[in-house]
């Protein structure tokens, strides 16, 4: 008689048991699941192109930054841009007009009230298209537009034979190490180097 006492005694502590581990569970797993604030882009972190129904007219609280990337250089310049008269109350569809992916624009969606506008241009960025630098072609020092590591576009191939310069400066053209901030430096250069032609 004893034993079966202890056996019903026993079975309220283990369902209470039970029940303890499965409330923690709901608490800890379950429950940050269910509350988690909804994300109009499906969870997903990354910008989704614009056009989703859910993003009203752009108001004086939408943060719109335009993100030009230029081809060569591939560095992007972000300009943030401020909702006046002229784009606020604007709709997705008017937005895109404005922005046309025939111009290379891309709209995308970066979370409620933020919107990037992508564009890809051709060539340099301002900054690296003021640049010059140094290589060779066919036996002769050539200059090419923009930053050493690109040799894309080529200003002017001059009169300079490689072989005629000092090994260390030899080396250092062939290898594109030099590199001028402006075509002003880039002439200064040039300029000591008349006497290798």
Request: hydrophobic share 40%.
């Amino acid at each position: 008689m004893v034993g079966s006492q202890q056996k019903r005694n026993w079975f309220p502590v283990f369902l209470l048991g039970i029940l303890s581990v499965l409330a923690v569970f709901l608490v800890v797993f379950i429950w940050p699941l269910l509350n988690k604030p909804r994300n109009p882009l499906n969870e997903s972190p990354v910008a989704v192109e614009l056009g989703q129904s859910w993003l009203g007219p752009i108001t004086a609280t939408t943060k719109i930054t335009v993100q030009q990337t230029y081809s060569l250089c591939q560095h992007t310049q972000v300009v943030p841009v401020e909702v006046d008269s002229a784009l606020e109350g604007l709709s997705v569809k008017q937005l895109k007009e404005r922005y046309p992916a025939s111009q290379g624009w891309q709209v995308k969606i970066d979370g409620p009230d933020r919107i990037i506008i992508q564009q890809t241009l051709d060539g340099f960025c301002p900054a690296d298209a003021q640049k010059r630098h140094l290589g060779v072609i066919d036996s002769r020092v050539a200059i090419f537009i923009g930053p050493m590591g690109i040799d894309r576009e080529v200003e002017k191939v001059t009169e300079i034979n490689v072989a005629r310069l000092p090994p260390e400066l030899r080396e250092q053209i062939r290898l594109g190490m030099l590199e001028f901030a402006n075509s002003d430096d880039l002439q200064q250069a040039l300029d000591s180097l008349d006497e290798y032609q």
